[in-house]
């Protein structure tokens, strides 16, 4: 079975702090994909990775960014936390494309005071 | 706005009964996909039905898809406790840059 672990479920950060989401994939997935979801808007597409070192821009791109400097491990970064990015982080890795099925993690849920 | 919208946003239902929902979506798309997810967890995908297929069926699972009407239908038969999450379809828009669009989610509850 296809495992994506994302590394904190529960993350308490202050207002102006650099965030880490890390996630990792084991199937040797091309594409990774970071979502946020809030109540009410479903998931948004942060960035989106085809390849190690390669990233695209999603719907909500602006307060983070990401890294990929191997191909099982795609992360996030918020540079200066606000309180508006208070959420949860979904992240996914899919075989086929973009838009095949996706395999998500359990999520990572971030509370910024 | 949303490419895929769920309809109802919540539903509660007896064990054994039938419960559907409903997605509909704006513009023409490849692929449909359904996901569940139950409270607090990341989301498990159910099926994917492409814009050629009328009906798909998984388990308990059936997924129609009307391209005329811009909508798609999960139905669950037979309902159980564990089936209780919440419910999202994703489309996969032909003009949309080849990202899937995901809808607000049905939560449903099933009582035992």
């Known amino acids: 079975d296809v495992k994506v672990t994302q590394s904190s479920r529960y993350l308490v950060k202050r207002t102006g702090e650099k965030v880490f989401l890390e996630c990792v994939q084991d199937m040797d997935h091309e594409n990774m994909f970071w979502y946020r979801q809030d109540p009410g808007l479903g998931l948004r597409l942060i960035y989106f990775s085809y390849d190690v070192k390669m990233k695209e821009k999603g719907d909500i791109p602006e307060g983070y960014s990401v890294s990929r400097e191997k191909k099982e491990r795609f992360s996030l970064i918020l540079e200066s936390a606000s309180t508006n990015q208070t959420s949860m982080y979904l992240c996914?890795?899919?075989?086929?494309?973009?838009?095949?099925?996706?395999?998500f993690g359990e999520g990572s849920r971030l509370t910024v005071l | 706005s949303q490419q895929g919208e769920e309809d109802p946003q919540a539903l509660s239902i007896q064990e054994g009964e039938n419960a559907t929902m409903n997605c509909s979506y704006k513009t023409s798309i490849n692929n449909l996909q359904w996901y569940r997810q139950n409270s607090g967890r990341g989301l498990v995908h159910l099926i994917l039905?492409?814009?050629?297929?009328r009906e798909k069926h998984s388990g308990r699972l059936r997924v129609t898809l009307d391209t005329s009407k811009k909508s798609s239908s999960l139905l669950i038969t037979a309902s159980r406790a564990a089936d209780t999450a919440s419910y999202f379809c994703a489309t996969d828009p032909k003009a949309a840059g080849n990202k899937l669009t995901f809808g607000g989610g049905t939560r449903v509850l099933v009582k035992p």
């Open positions: 039905i492409r814009s050629n297929e």
């Open positions: 996914a890795s899919s075989l086929q494309g973009y838009t095949g099925e996706l395999f």
